[in-house]
């Protein structure tokens, strides 16, 4: 397994919240820091607390990308419904794609502000 599994992942997940880039700040083994950069130089600096081994599978990667692709996100909610997003994976296994889909909302990035966790980027339904 590649030692930046998470950043790869972050880059990603990221994305749907119209994050650019991160800067990453420190990587330990059981969470990763750093600083998610907007086009408009907003910037916001965020924990993620997983160690690289617990990473969501590189499946839930490919349809965050066919998400942010299709723009069916809004930044912290997907527009389509599971049952309409499938058919515009083109996936064939159903089963494998409703465990790729509900790892999605299991993500949560914590947001740092002055120190502080505030809030968190999540996808919720």
Request: hydrophobic share 35%; aromatic share 12%.
């Amino acid at each position: 397994m590649q030692s930046n599994n998470r950043q790869i992942f972050l880059n990603s997940f990221l994305r749907l919240f119209g994050v650019d880039k991160i800067e990453l700040k420190d990587v330990s083994l059981q969470k990763i820091t750093g600083t998610a950069i907007y086009d408009d130089e907003g910037r916001q600096d965020f924990c993620w607390n997983i160690a690289e081994d617990k990473v969501p599978s590189d499946d839930l990667i490919e349809l965050i990308k066919i998400i942010y692709k299709k723009r069916d996100s809004q930044i912290d909610k997907i527009k389509e419904t599971s049952d309409e997003l499938f058919l515009k994976t083109g996936w064939t296994d159903r089963e494998k794609f409703n465990e790729v889909f509900a790892e999605l909302f299991k993500v949560e990035v914590k947001m740092i502000d002055d120190g502080e966790e505030t809030d968190s980027f999540f996808i919720h339904d």
